[in-house]
Nanobody, 124 residues
Framework: QAQLVQSGGGLVQPGGSLRLSCAAS????????IGWFRQAPGKDREGLSCINSRDGNTLYADSVKVRFTISRDNAKNTGYLQMDSLKPEDTAVYYC?????????????????WGQGTRVTVSS
């Protein structure tokens, strides 16, 4: 059983940056891939990015490809999402998730474990 604990998030002005963290514990194979998602009020959960722990391959949604960077520290069992040039439309609750198996996916249904979520608000 894997557990994911998120940190980071908060209020930032447009154009600012934030870094989200996702610390994983439990069965290591359960999080071969870590993904990041967000859900804004009234909208579906959106898959933003994911990273494979074995080869470091990544996948990004077009909406964040240039501005967000996913990474992970396997020694610390922690994943990160660096968010730069934030826009008001990035305001949402952000979730990390983990899946077993090495395939990259931005589909929420592919993920077995979820963090508690953290709110990001981009506003002046």
């Amino acid at each position: 059983q894997a557990q994911l604990v998120q940190s980071g998030g908060g209020l930032v002005q447009p154009g600012g940056s934030l870094r989200l963290s996702c610390a994983a514990s439990g069965a290591a194979l359960a999080y071969a891939v870590i993904g990041w998602f967000r859900q804004a009020p009234g909208k579906d959960r959106e898959g933003l990015s994911c990273i494979n722990s074995r080869d470091g391959n990544t996948l990004y949604a077009d909406s964040v490809k240039v501005r967000f960077t996913i990474s992970r520290d396997n020694a610390k069992n922690t994943g990160y999402l660096q968010m730069d040039s934030l826009k008001p439309e990035d305001t949402a609750v952000y979730y990390c998730a983990a899946k077993s198996g090495w395939g990259l996916s931005r589909q929420a249904v592919s993920y077995n474990y979820w963090g508690q979520g953290t709110r990001v608000t981009v506003s002046s």
